[in-house]
């Protein structure tokens, strides 16, 4: 978990996982897994289905991983109603 002066996102609203990008290196990790997806369905879909899946699969898991290590409160459930801790490492 990191502290709130380091975190790329903060918490989501509602369920698991970050919510808004905060930070300009959140906002180029979000482009970046953007493209990786878009080239890879415009160059490699036709060609082969299994490598798109592939591709696709290999940048979700290294974005969702990011994700969770450079969110605010780290990888649980938001409760909207629940105030957010502000504890420090």
Same mark, same amino acid.
């Given at each position: 978990?990191?502290?709130?002066?380091?975190?790329?996102?903060?918490?989501?609203s509602y369920g698991y996982?970050?919510?808004?990008?905060?930070?300009?290196? =959140?906002?180029?990790?979000?482009?970046?897994?953007?493209?990786? @997806?878009? !080239? +890879?369905?415009?160059l490699v879909v036709d060609?082969?289905?299994?490598?798109?899946?592939?591709?696709?699969?290999g940048a979700t898991i290294?974005?969702?991983?990011?994700? =969770?290590?450079?969110?605010?409160?780290?990888?649980?459930?938001? @409760?909207? !109603? +629940?105030?957010?801790?502000?504890?420090?490492?």
């Amino acid at each position: 978990m990191t502290r709130d002066e380091e975190a790329w996102f903060d918490l989501g609203s509602y369920g698991y996982g970050p919510g808004m990008p905060r930070t300009w290196q =959140a906002w180029g990790l979000c482009a970046a897994y953007s493209l990786v @997806n878009v !080239a +890879a369905a415009w160059l490699v879909v036709d060609r082969s289905p299994i490598g798109f899946l592939t591709i696709a699969a290999g940048a979700t898991i290294l974005f969702l991983a990011t994700c =969770a290590r450079w969110t605010r409160t780290g990888r649980r459930w938001a @409760n909207p !109603a +629940a105030p957010i801790s502000r504890e420090k490492e």
